[in-house]
């Protein structure tokens, strides 16, 4: 019996429960008629009474913000300053991108001047694709195993072999109306292949993958224009902490007509001891901004400078000695770089100060 009239007056609730909201909502709109009518004929006392409760719950948003003006005015003209500024603070929080009208009392007008409710920061998400870029610092290569001193032999070219991905959270800081500084810890995944032929009859393909910590840091100028689309450009660095790094190769055979040899494939690799595992690179971009009520999407263009040799040297004489022999593959010393492209949505936070 008793779980029978849980279930009815659960029903009952759901039903009824829309029909109370709006004749709260009726009922919130009389109230804010009667509270402007006793604003109008000077009783100012009876003003709070009739809309604080309804500030919660029942108005419309239209009706809430003008039920603030007709209580902070109503505080005002008791000359409680106090309450009046509560109340004005509250509505600066709860609609800090507010446009002031030609219809707003001077008074509430007057009070708002007196705050600074510009953006404090921005919280957000993001994540997107990049593409690498190689460049060597210094070759190395199996020549230097098998007597050959030219320096030159067996280059072969690097490229991106896909697409990686960066993902994280973006934080800003407003440090002016244009000017911002931005910390952005997020996951990235680079990815590039090396393929080159040592000698004439062997072709090998070399693929490595990079997941790495990134906290880019970088000074962010806003441009505004006319609407909702605004351009930025940055300029920062960033630091990197390697998580994983692995690599393949394959080593196949031509021009062996006369003896026949197996290609040689290699599983994944793990090579992040002879890695850096920290490692540093220069920041350089912009995007564009589409502005939403108190937030924004982006798009985010970079281009990442590697700055480090990401290759510790004493790793060709701890391990990679026997990986080339096996690959005909000795790794260069390179910095890498890449191109990317990220999307996202930040939410604009404000905090309101008196000037």
């Not at 409710?117 to 997107?128: T, Y």
């Not at 952005?184 to 993958?209: L, S």
């Not at 880019?216 to 990197?240: A, H």
């Amino acid at each position: 019996m008793r779980k029978l009239f849980k279930i009815l007056f659960s029903f009952w609730f759901i039903i009824l429960t829309p029909t109370l909201m709006v004749a709260q909502e009726n009922d919130c709109a009389v109230n804010l008629q009667e509270a402007q009518s006793q604003f109008d004929l000077g009783q100012i006392e009876a003003v709070p009474d009739l809309l604080m409760e309804c500030l919660i719950f029942g108005f419309t948003p239209e009706e809430r913000i003008q039920a603030y003006k007709v209580l902070i005015n109503a505080f005002i003209f008791d000359d409680n300053f106090v309450q009046a500024e509560a109340y004005c603070l509250e509505f600066m929080k709860r609609y800090p991108e507010y446009e002031v009208v030609a219809t707003d009392p001077s008074e509430f007008v007057n009070l708002l001047n007196e705050f600074n409710n510009d953006p404090r920061s921005s919280i957000g998400v993001g994540g997107g694709m990049n593409f690498s870029r190689f460049r060597v610092i210094e070759p190395f290569g199996v020549h230097s195993l098998v007597g050959i001193d030219d320096g030159i032999s067996g280059r072969g070219d690097y490229r991106s072999s896909g697409s990686g991905f960066q993902a994280g959270v973006i934080y800003n800081i407003y440090l002016g109306s244009n000017l911002e500084i931005g910390v952005e810890p997020m996951i990235i995944q680079n990815k590039y292949a090396y393929e080159f032929r040592p000698f004439d009859f062997a072709f090998v393909t070399y693929n490595e993958t990079q997941l790495r910590m990134d906290i880019p840091l970088s000074m962010i100028w806003n441009f505004k224009l006319p609407g909702n689309i605004n351009p930025y450009i940055r300029l920062g660095g960033k630091t990197s902490l390697s998580l994983s790094i692995n690599s393949d190769s394959q080593r196949s055979y031509e021009n062996t007509e006369s003896v026949a040899f197996e290609d040689v494939t290699g599983a994944g690799f793990e090579i992040k001891d002879y890695r850096e595992m920290l490692n540093y690179w220069t920041v350089f971009g912009g995007g564009i901004r589409y502005k939403i009520s108190k937030a924004y999407f982006f798009i985010d263009l970079r281009y990442n400078l590697g700055l480090n040799n990401q290759v510790k040297g004493s790793s060709r004489n701890n391990g990679l000695d026997e990986y080339a022999f096996l690959y005909y593959y000795k790794q260069d010393d390179f910095y890498l770089d890449d191109f990317s492209i990220s999307f996202g949505i930040s939410k604009i936070l404000y905090k309101p100060k008196r000037k």
